[in-house]
T-cell receptor
Framework: GESVGLHLPTLSVQEGDNSIINCAYSNSASDYFIWYKQESGKGPQFIIDIRSNMDKRQGQRVTVLLNKTVKHLSLQIAATQPGDSAVYFC??????????FGRGTSLIVHP | DAGVIQSPRHEVTEMGQEVTLRCKPI?????LFWYRQTMMRGLELLIY????????DSGMPEDRFSAKMPNASFSTLKIQPSEPRDSAVYFC?????????????FGPGTRLTVL
């Protein structure tokens, strides 16, 4: 989910579990979506993307699902590892070269 | 490639002082973005250059902020005079702008603290 307050929503999982991070996007005209991972002290890093003509896209241990009807995006991480601990952002584009970023979700993986 | 390079990594200054943040984009990239990140507002786009020309500066908060890109390999973001509310992490990102959906590569950021 997305936060409108001072604190990011947080997802805590055990190592080895699957994680699901959700994102609600705002622009029904958006046709391209990206997930970024931001580790502490670093800049956001591209993980995976999906275009609006797809419902699902898989990468290495990650899957992105897109539900255009309800303007919802999710990132699934399989067999979550401590190195997956980070803040995850979704971003959307709709005709512009400039992405609109969500507020982010903090993922904490406990060994 | 070394990726997007930003300097300094940390800057602590006093209110009223001028601050200059620097960015070297990835070689061959022709689009450059400056972002500001705070807990309150998240990641905000400040300005976007394409082929060294500012395309969209609507995110620049006020006249105290200015950005330049004198050549394809260097950009600066200047704040003069700085204020405590400017404290944030400032990111530079670059991409090849020939296609809308090319990946943006972010630098490590500059953490600015204005006392």
């Amino acid at each position: 989910g997305e936060s409108v307050g001072l604190h990011l929503p947080t997802l805590s999982v055990q190592e080895g579990d699957n994680s699901i991070i959700n994102c609600a996007y705002s622009n029904s005209a958006s046709d391209y979506f990206i997930w970024y991972k931001q580790e502490s002290g670093k800049g956001p890093q591209f993980i995976i993307d999906i275009r609006s003509n797809m419902d699902k896209r898989q990468g290495q241990r990650v899957t992105v699902l897109l539900n255009k009807t309800v303007k919802h995006l999710s990132l699934q991480i399989a067999a979550t590892q401590p190195g997956d601990s980070a803040v995850y952002f979704c971003a959307e584009k709709g005709g512009s070269y400039i992405p609109t970023f969500g507020r982010g979700t903090s993922l904490i993986v406990h060994p | 490639d070394a990726g997007v390079i930003q300097s300094p990594r940390h800057e602590v200054t006093e209110m009223g002082q001028e601050v200059t943040l620097r960015c070297k984009p990835i070689s061959g990239h022709n689009s450059l973005f400056w972002y500001r990140q705070t807990m309150m507002r998240g990641l905000e786009l400040l300005i976007y250059f394409n082929n060294n020309v500012p395309i969209d500066d609507s995110g620049m908060p006020e006249d105290r902020f200015s950005a330049k890109m004198p050549n394809a390999s260097f950009s600066t973001l200047k704040i003069q005079p700085s204020e405590p509310r400017d404290s944030a992490v400032y990111f530079c990102a670059s991409t090849w702008g020939g296609t809308r959906d090319n990946e943006q590569f972010f630098g490590p950021g500059t953490r600015l603290t204005v006392l």
